[in-house]
């Protein structure tokens, strides 16, 4: 039997592993799931729809699948928030469920959501990302692998940030971020996230060829088509350098990508 707390409120229909810890005054809606190992802290909020992985952390007053914050939502629609095995979501964040029928809002595996943030509706975050103190991602935003969100980070919806990047405290951002660079202030970037690149061990062959592409793309004209031609022309010959330029022309859909500008622009 899972240990649960005497005064916690379970859903007749919430399945809950037998490892699982679930705190005094917690809630855990009918069709909620929590995985082996995982702890639902004390006054915690999981609603219908909410899946937590194994060896997760859901910490006190967070609400995990709210319903979405959409005048046109239907509050009949049966959708998810789906939360990867490891990852930890502190105190007071919020994660809102998917706005589609049987579609998901995702959280990665081994996420650090930080105390007092916000994950909108539809969003997908990748692996290992960390989200710091009272940043926001509004609805259908998409956040690749290893990327880090400083606090009071403000992600307009429909936006998407690429895998590694950095983006810097009190930035807000309503255009794509490019895979491994630094963004800041209001949709600015400033090279590449090094200290993220080196801590992941990416080779120096690989950086010294995104420096390369980096110029290149911004160097003048247009960033999507300078991109193309160089990955059409097999300029990129690592992963990292393919991944790079891919993400400037791989959705058609985009709402535009981030430009390094000057102070002066800011």
């Not at 509004?138 to 969100?149: A, K, L, Q, S």
């Not at 004209?221 to 350098?241: Q, W």
């Amino acid at each position: 039997m899972a240990s649960i707390h005497p005064t916690a409120i379970i859903g007749e229909n919430a399945k809950i592993d037998p490892t699982a810890e679930v705190g005094a005054y917690a809630i855990i809606e009918n069709g909620a799931e929590v995985g082996a190992g995982s702890v639902i802290e004390p006054h915690a909020r999981l609603c219908s729809g909410a899946k937590i992985g194994a060896n997760c952390t859901i910490s006190s007053f967070t609400t995990i699948a709210g319903l979405p914050q959409d005048l046109h939502f239907d509050k009949s629609t049966i959708s998810y928030v789906e939360i990867g095995d490891g990852s930890v979501v502190r105190e007071g964040a919020t994660i809102h469920r998917a706005t589609k029928e049987n579609a998901s809002t995702k959280i990665g595996k081994n996420c650090l959501i930080m105390a007092n943030a916000h994950i909108g509706h539809d969003c997908v975050f990748g692996d290992r990302v960390i989200m710091a103190p009272f940043s926001a991602a509004g609805g259908f935003v998409e956040v690749g692998n290893d990327t880090f969100i400083s606090g009071g980070v403000m992600l307009h919806q429909k936006i998407r940030v690429g895998e590694g990047a950095m983006l810097s405290g009190n930035s807000a951002l309503s255009l794509d971020v490019p895979p491994f660079v630094n963004s800041l202030s209001r949709n600015n970037i400033a090279g590449f996230n090094l200290v993220g690149l080196m801590r992941r061990k990416v080779a120096r062959e690989a950086i010294a060829e995104l420096k390369k592409l980096y110029a290149l793309v911004y160097g003048g004209g247009n960033p999507r088509k300078n991109a193309k031609e160089a990955f059409d022309s097999g300029l990129a010959k690592t992963n990292e350098g393919k991944t790079f330029l891919r993400f400037f022309f791989e959705n058609e859909n985009s709402k535009g990508i981030v430009r390094p500008r000057s102070r002066n622009e800011d």
